[in-house]
């Protein structure tokens, strides 16, 4: 059975130019600051996080910017099927280090 999640997405309707910022600069971080908060009320987003690793998107999803997802995927075992589980577990390691929600995201 397909999985509609993209129906319960907090950004729907939002302008999603803002979840695509080329760089993220102290100039752009209010509007990235703002898809945060949008993704930290969002009823899917380990979903979401988990099919950006999976289909290595680009731009933020799930709380993460592109850059913290590549360095997530580049360290873990890639010979091990990717799970929901673990790529929850990347927004806790985010948390746990202070990178997330605000702390780091600009040069990340
Ligand atoms: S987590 Fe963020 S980017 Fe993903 S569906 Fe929710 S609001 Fe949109």
Redesign the pocket.
């Known amino acids: 059975m397909k999985d509609d999640w993209h129906k319960n997405?907090?950004?729907i309707g939002a302008n999603t130019e803002s979840?695509f910022p080329l760089v993220i600069k102290k100039k752009n971080l209010p509007q990235v600051i703002s898809c945060f908060d949008?993704?930290e009320s969002?009823s899917?987003?380990d979903k979401?996080l988990y099919q950006a690793c999976i289909n290595k998107e680009y731009g933020?999803?799930?709380?993460t910017t592109e850059r913290m997802r590549k360095v997530f995927l580049k360290e873990r075992d890639s010979t091990q099927e990717l799970t929901l589980e673990e790529c929850a577990s990347l927004i806790q390691y985010l948390k746990d280090n202070e990178i997330y929600p605000y702390k780091g995201i600009v040069n990340f």
């Open positions: 997405a907090a950004c979840f949008l993704c969002c899917v987003s979401c933020i999803w799930g709380r």
